[in-house]
Every structure is written in structure tokens, then in C-alpha cells.
């Protein structure tokens, strides 16, 4: 079973502080993953793609990593900022005809001021 | 460009009524998809329609839900009868194509609340 793991589910952090986002995936045969962000009562944002050959992409104050033999993503913000506060989701892609979203649980992020 | 439109956003009935809801796609793109996001959980894939023609359908309870796409354009959700544990946010995406990987795109979803 394909399932996606994001760890953790909540967490806080002083505005200013660096902080990094897991997902683990259980099948490494993965075609994309992506990232994105969900404001309360808003759809999802698209964050950052990364393709199964790549290992990293970057926007702006964000990095995200993928490791497949390990089956591992991570996203890194750096000096995080009151308005990076959302949820954060990661979602993976087999390939296959149907271009299907896997998406994990979520974390939720709060900076505070 | 407009986004994903979807309609109403925000819904309250009573369990065993029945509701449906609206989704009007990026213009121009061909595959139109339904997902299910349960309180505290990631969005799950109820539906994928490629132009008016269902792709995946795998997770939709057929007994209960029902979804078109006639035209090939705007798509209506149909829950009937609701129960309890409808009680989430139904989000519509599209994108241009299903061959390889074409990003989707979110609409703003549509809150439900099954009492």
C-alpha cells in the first residue's frame, strides 16, 4: 500500500528560526513530489515539484530534498516569518495514466511574533 | 487567468439529505479531479475525469456519491444520502493533461457539515 507520512503533525516556532518539514513515502518508485501549503478555508498552494531525478529544488526562503532510497522529503524554511503559518502538506506521485496526488497528513505550522 | 471556481463554500444538512456541489476548471484543461479532505487528514481522490470521461473512480462510494462532467467542462459532486462522515472539505483540481506529470491546480473548496 502506497501510503505518505509526514512528521510532525504540529509545531511552533519563534519567528526568525530556521525549521524543517519530514514526509516519508513507503514505495521509493515515486514519479514527482510536491509540496504545498493550505491557508485556513483556501484550497492548496503549490510550494516546489521535485521530478524523481532530481534531489533538490529551491524558492526563495524555501529548499526542498528528496531521497528516494530512502524514501524521505524534506522542506526547510528558512527565517520563518509569521505568515508562513499553514498547513503544510506533501503529496507523491507513481507515474502511471492516472496522475493521482498521494497526500500525507499535514503539518501545521504557527510562527509566532 | 481564473482559477478553479468551485461552489457553494460552505454547506450545512442534515445526515440522510442530500447535497451537490459545483466545480468549474481552469479553461482549456482537460482532467478535472475531485478530492475528499477529512479533518485532520490529506486530501483523498474520490474522482478523475479526463475531458467527460472518468479515468479513476477506485476510492468514489458509489452508493452514496455520484459526480459528471458533461461537456467536458464544469462537474457537479453529488452526495445522496449524506451521512456523518461526509462532514469535509470536497476540493476540485485541474490540469492540462494526465499523460506524464501536468501540475494540478486547486480550487477553494467547499466546506461540508453533516449534522
Known amino acids: 500500500k502506497q501510503e505518505v507520512t509526514q512528521i510532525p503533525a504540529a509545531l511552533s516556532v519563534p519567528e526568525g528560526e530556521n525549521l524543517v518539514l519530514n514526509c516519508s513515502f513507503t514505495?521509493?518508485?515515486?514519479?514527482?513530489l510536491q509540496w504545498f501549503r493550505q491557508d485556513p478555508g483556501k484550497g492548496l498552494t503549490s510550494l516546489l515539484l521535485i521530478q524523481s531525478s532530481q534531489r533538490e529544488q529551491t524558492s526563495g526562503r524555501l529548499n526542498a530534498s528528496l531521497d528516494k532510497s530512502s524514501g524521505r522529503s524534506t522542506l526547510y524554511i528558512a527565517a520563518s516569518q509569521p505568515g508562513d503559518s499553514a498547513t503544510y502538506l506533501c503529496a507523491v506521485i507513481y507515474g502511471g495514466a492516472t496522475n493521482k496526488l498521494i497526500f500525507g497528513t499535514g503539518t501545521l505550522l504557527a510562527v509566532q511574533p | 487567468e481564473a482559477g478553479v471556481a468551485q461552489s457553494p463554500r460552505y454547506k450545512i444538512i442534515e445526515k440522510r439529505q442530500s447535497v451537490a456541489f459545483w466545480c468549474n476548471p481552469i479553461s482549456g484543461h482537460a482532467t478535472l479531479y475531485w478530492y475528499q479532505q477529512i479533518l485532520g487528514q490529506g486530501p483523498k481522490l474520490l474522482i478523475q475525469f479526463q475531458n467527460n470521461g472518468v479515468v479513476d473512480d477506485s476510492q468514489l462510494p458509489k452508493d452514496r456519491f455520484s459526480a459528471e462532467r458533461l461537456k467536458g467542462v464544469d462537474s457537479t459532486l453529488k452526495i445522496q444520502p449524506a451521512k456523518l462522515e461526509d462532514s469535509a472539505v470536497y476540493l476540485c483540481a485541474s490540469s492540462s493533461g494526465s499523460g506524464g506529470y501536468n501540475e494540478q491546480f486547486f480550487g477553494p473548496g467547499t466546506r461540508l457539515t453533516v449534522l
Open positions: 514505495d521509493s518508485a515515486i514519479y514527482n
